[in-house]
């Protein structure tokens, strides 16, 4: 009985606090949560950018913007990002545009082999890119930045030397770059990064073609001992946000965000193409992985392969009203801009 009235009094007292005491504060009142989703390791170059967003906002905004952030497809995987943001599973997500090429055909051009020759240059090309033709794939929500990787190049468990040398090897690859590694002669294996550790370990694919900072993000250094450098395409990604929160924002913070889109973009490209080297030193040195390249002959037959890849979807994207061939120019032309490095 004692209890019981103790217990009555308890939940009284707590009711009267959560009445009178809590909405007087005026802190929790205003702040604003956002969820951030996006679908790799933490450790690796989307999440790292994420938090330096979410580092960024918090400061620029006081600590009126709270932003929760879910590495590792906690909240939403790669292929379900764009639809997941748009439905509002996530208030804001990072999607790998090359890993759905039919859906964001204008941007992954990005991801035609153009000699795009790091990752700063890639992703302010692709930002500006972006800005100029404000392709419908973004209709539905609100672009916070954009940015993309550095070059691909083939890490893999044996040497390959030659195109002889990858002929038939199942190599993990997805988008612009699977076109690539098919084009030659491997057998070209899709899936996401994220599933890419499992697909190596169980030898499902004897290597992969990304960008080399995933050797030291995701150790594939300690399973890929060769790499191949052929210092091919990037990948675009966006970062997005759900329309009507995005709407639902003060002005002020929307400000905040808006300002910060090409810095990211920058920051990110110019975090990618240091990490590529420091992830290439760290291989060397605690991997002994061996780096190498096709001899002359070969590069040049590699090349002369690649070169019906930009026809072809300049045509496929006129095909779909997207003027293919005035996008390829501007990339040509974006290039000579920001090949600074
Ligand atoms: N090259 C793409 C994109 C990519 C490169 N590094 C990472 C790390 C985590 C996720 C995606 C990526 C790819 O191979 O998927």
Partial sequence: MKQNA????????????????????PVHAETISLSYANFPAATTFPCVQMERWKTEVEKRTAGKVVI???PGGTLLDAKDMMDGVIAGQADIGNLCMAYQPGRFVLTN????PLGVPNARAGSLILLELYQKYNPDA????KVLTMFTTAPSNIMSRKPVQSLADLKGMNIRASGGAAEIIKLWGANQV???????????????????FSSLEVMKDYQFAEVCRYVTLTETVVYPFAVVMNLERWNSLPPEIQKVMNDLSLEQSEWTGTYM????REAVDW????????FTKFSEADQAQSQALLTPMVNTWIQEAQAKGIPGQAVVDDIHALIQKYNTN
């Fill in 6 to 25: 103790f217990r009555m009094t308890f939940v009284l007292l707590a009711a009267i606090f959560a009445c009178t005491v809590l909405p007087q504060t």
């Fill in 68 to 70: 929760n952030t879910f």
């Fill in 109 to 112: 051009a990005m991801s035609l």
């Fill in 138 to 141: 973004f209709s539905k929500v």
């Fill in 190 to 208: 899709g899936m996401p990064m994220s599933s890419t550790p499992e697909a190596l370990q169980r030898g499902v694919v004897q290597g992969l």
């Fill in 273 to 276: 193409d240091e990490h590529v």
């Fill in 283 to 290: 291989s060397k040195k605690e991997h002994q992985v061996v």
